[in-house]
C-alpha cells in the first residue's frame, strides 16, 4: 500500500463511507472479517484496469482509481498515497487516499465525473486539493453542497 499505513487506510475508508452515508439514507457495513460477499471491492493494483481506462491512461497519463459502480473500486499502485499527511500530499509526490475515496464512493452511486460545482468531490479537475488550513493543519475532505444536494435527489435524505 506504499506510504500508506494499515490503519490510515481504514480510517479514509471508514470516513469515506461515513460522510456519504451521514446525508443519504444508505448504510454501509464493513464485511471485511465476516464470510459475507461484498457489494462494494476495494483493491490496490495496476493491473485491473479495463480498456477504457488503458484508453484514458494513454490520453491523460495515469488514473488515481478506476470504479465499477456497485462492483469495486481499484486504486493505482503507480502513485503513492498518503492521507492526512499535508506535506507529502503539497509535495505533489502524494495523492490524497481521502479525496480519492470520497470521489469512487460517489461513482458507487452512480454519481457521474465532473458533475456539480467545481469544488464539488466529483469534480477531480477542479477540487481544490490544497488540504490545509492556513496554520498548514490537514483539512479532511469533505462532501460539497454539490455533492449532497445530487445524492440526495438520487436516494433522498436521511
Ligand atoms: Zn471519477
Redesign the pocket.
Known amino acids: 500500500m506504499l506510504a500508506l499505513t494499515v490503519d490510515r487506510y481504514w480510517e479514509a475508508v471508514h470516513n469515506a463511507f461515513a460522510q456519504w452515508s451521514s446525508v443519504i439514507p444508505l448504510t454501509f457495513i464493513d464485511v471485511t472479517r465476516t464470510q459475507e460477499k461484498p457489494d462494494i471491492f476495494l483493491a490496490f493494483s495496476n493491473q485491473l484496469c479495463s480498456l477504457v481506462c488503458q484508453q484514458v491512461t494513454r490520453t491523460f497519463g495515469a488514473w488515481y482509481a478506476f ?1 465499477n459502480p456497485g462492483e469495486r473500486t481499484v486504486f493505482n499502485t503507480f502513485h503513492q498515497w498518503a492521507y492526512r499527511d499535508t506535506w507529502k500530499i503539497l509535495s505533489g509526490q502524494y495523492v490524497d487516499f481521502g479525496t480519492v475515496a470520497l ?2 464512493i460517489g ?1 458507487h452511486l452512480y454519481i457521474p ?1 465532473e458533475y456539480g460545482s467545481p469544488n464539488s468531490i ?1 469534480r ?1 479537475n477542479t477540487l481544490n486539493r490544497h488540504q490545509r488550513d492556513f496554520y498548514g493543519n490537514y483539512i479532511r475532505p469533505g462532501l460539497q453542497p454539490d455533492d449532497i444536494a445530487t445524492s440526495q435527489r438520487l436516494y433522498g435524505r436521511r
Do not use: A
Open positions: 470504479t470521489h469512487e461513482h465525473d466529483m477531480m
